[in-house]
């Protein structure tokens, strides 16, 4: 069916009235809101000053397009009015698929799919412009029902800019299934040796996690290119192997490709995710040869590696190097001390950058009460948290709730945190709920526990954090019968928990350990000097904290349990292979327990050796029988 301008676009109106005139001056359309035209887009030639009359609109509207301002959809819906009235609608052509991606772009999903259908003679571009709006929303399986219907409805052969739109998809919904069927199509059309489409392949299968697969198309590509290899490199960075993504980088030099900022930053986020210090100064040293020190973004991306690699004065002068730090940089330096548990230097750094003349964020703001939380700086997270929106204007989100939430309670003001969260002026979240929750578990308030993960459990059903942290509760309150019913319902859902690995890095490889773990070549050693620490530290007065095991069995089985957790093994492992002074770097998964944060302190001081370890919440430096977080955390 055909539209018109009043039924499809009310807000039109006042402009059809003005184009139902038979002369129109352009210079008017000048003056409407925000709309862009320059002269060369108006102009028959360059030299031309302006059509002084209302010109043909079929031949000048294809032309307007790409002259409209990015900043509005109104802009798009004028030029789809006048070409309306120009009485030639059917006949859309290019002007609907650059339309139809403006809709889409402008977020009017609706938009382009209605103008997409009433295009009557859809071509190749026609359907690949669909194909490639749908993949930008990351919507897989209306990509599907395009493609599909490109073959049934208008018999067409899909050619390799199609599978380059619909390969991101698969990769976005990590869809495995799908992107070995459209890698099956690129091979029975012919296109796989087409080498956007092996790049295209590639990420697809590194995004859905089999890096073989990708590995294998790598290898076979006749000519590999800097996309190539630079998504080579993320897809062993995003997958943990960062070996794999060294080795790929030293290859490329070898191969005379010169890597670029975006090969850097994927090898540095690596670095950041598994505290890989060697690696990092590795980097840097390419950095410097490279010439890339003075570029902002990888600056940035060096200073977030070594401060989770736990070289916060390394980042920091990483940092000072900076001549003219940007917001970004400010607040990476921000958020090292913060995951440090160094508050008040945190603070300082705000300050700082205030004095710069640099205007704060809700990313900084997420950090400034992030630090004040794990510092236990409560009247300082308040004092921030009313400046948000009172002295620098921005209006406080969910994840600044949060983080007020979590400060409240770890310092067990659970009371105040409850009316927080009902004053809240919008709809608390899980990570607030969780704030709330993880201060009922160091708090052991089970009473309220209870109701907050019962309101967990309806907002996100299938978080087996949830559950292990209510059970906990039940276990170290000896109420077994309640803690087996929570393990229980995990079970009826089939929810596992996510095992605890650590890692610590050694003659430049990233050795993980799991609960218990036999895996390693010098596993007999590591277990056999982890039982000598265990025996020394217990002789100086350390007690297994046996209330963190979950099951009801008897005490010599808990402490057989607990004492083989993942962070005392990769412990025990730097200390088999640690040079003389230098401190243990371990990075873990999930947050630290307790009795692996008493255990680590004793270890500390009977070894003389700082340890460092990293949980998923922050940092924690153990040295002499203390750790920096104070035991708040």
């Known amino acids: 069916m055909m539209v018109t301008a009043a039924s499809s676009f009310p807000s039109f109106c006042f402009v059809s009235r003005l184009l139902k005139q038979k ?14 035209i320059t002269r060369r887009s108006l102009c028959s030639t360059p030299s031309a000053t302006c059509f002084p009359r209302f010109p043909n609109p079929t031949s000048v509207v294809p032309r307007l397009l790409p002259a409209v301002s990015p900043s509005s ?27 139809v991606v403006a809709y889409a772009k402008f977020g009017r999903l609706d938009y382009a799919l209605n103008l997409f259908e009433e295009i009557p003679h859809k071509d190749l571009v026609s359907w690949n412009s669909m194909i490639s709006v749908f993949s930008q929303r990351g919507s897989l399986r209306d990509n599907l029902d395009i493609l599909r219907r490109m073959r049934s409805e208008a018999g067409l052969v899909p050619n390799v800019v199609t599978l380059i739109s619909v390969l991101p998809a698969c990769a976005a919904a990590q869809a495995l299934d799908a992107g070995e069927f459209i890698h099956g199509y690129a091979v029975k059309l012919g296109f796989w040796s087409e080498t956007k489409v092996v790049n295209s392949l590639i990420n697809m299968y590194g995004k859905c996690g089999s890096v073989h697969a990708a590995c294998r198309l790598f290898q076979a590509m006749p000519s590999k290119t800097l996309v190539s290899w630079n998504t080579m490199v993320m897809i062993h960075a995003q997958n943990g192997f960062v070996e794999g993504a060294i ?13 670029d900022r975006v090969t850097v930053v994927a ?24 010439g890339f020190n003075s570029d902002v973004a990888i600056t940035t991306a060096l200073i977030i590696a070594y401060a989770k690699s736990g ?46 003349g640099l205007k704060p964020d809700h990313v900084t703001f997420t950090h400034v009460l992030s630090a004040c939380s794990h510092s236990g700086l409560v009247s300082e997270g308040k004092k921030y948290f009313e400046a948000m929106s009172n002295v620098y204007g921005v209006e406080p989100r969910v994840d600044h709730y949060s983080c007020m939430v979590d400060l409240l309670g770890r310092s067990g003001l659970l009371e105040e945190a409850c009316e927080l969260i009902q004053s809240m002026p919008i709809n608390p979240n899980a990570a607030v709920w969780g704030a709330l929750l993880g201060a009922c578990r160091i708090h052991n308030n089970i009473e309220l526990g209870k109701e907050v993960a019962e309101r967990l459990f309806e907002i996100d059903p299938l978080d087996p954090r949830n559950y292990i942290i209510l059970s906990n509760m039940y276990s170290a309150a000896g109420l077994w019968t309640d803690a087996s019913r929570v393990r229980a319902l995990m079970k009826d859902k089939g929810l596992k928990k996510s095992p605890a690995c650590s890692f610590i890095e050694h003659g430049n490889k990233i050795h993980r350990f799991v609960v218990d773990d036999c895996s390693h070549p010098e596993s007999e050693k590591i277990h056999a000097r982890l039982e000598e620490l265990i025996e020394k530290i217990c002789q100086i007065g350390f007690v297994p904290k046996t209330e963190l095991v979950l099951h009801d069995v008897d005490e010599e089985v808990k402490e057989g349990m607990i004492n083989k957790h993942s962070e005392k093994l990769a412990i025990a492992f730097g200390l088999l292979v640690k040079s003389e002074g230098m401190p243990i770097m371990i990075t873990n998964n999930l947050r630290i327990c307790g009795d692996c944060h008493s255990a680590a302190k004793f270890m500390s001081l009977i070894e003389k050796c700082v340890i460092v370890i ?20």
């Open 23 to 36: 002369h129109v001056d352009l210079k008017f359309l000048v003056l409407l809101p925000n709309f862009v």
């Open 73 to 99: 959809i109104s802009h798009c819906q004028i030029i789809h009015s006048w070409k309306i009235k120009s009485g030639n609608y059917g006949d859309l052509g290019f002007f609907g698929d650059r339309l």
């Open 247 to 259: 080795d790929l980088f030293n290859s490329m030099r070898r191969a005379s490709i010169k890597p």
């Open 267 to 290: 090898l540095l986020q690596s670095c950041a995710d598994l505290a890989a210090e060697r690696t990092a100064k590795a980097i840097h040293g390419c950095i410097m040869t490279s």
């Open 311 to 356: 070289k916060l004065d390394v980042s920091h002068d990483v940092f000072h190097e900076l001549k003219t730090p940007d917001m970004i940089a400010w607040t990476a330096m921000l958020a090292g001390y913060a995951t440090h548990g160094h508050g008040k230097e945190a603070i300082t750094i705000f300050n700082l950058m205030i004095k710069e």
């Open 614 to 633: 990293r949980d998923s919440k922050r940092f924690h430096h153990f040295a002499d029988g203390f750790c920096s977080c104070g035991d708040y955390w």
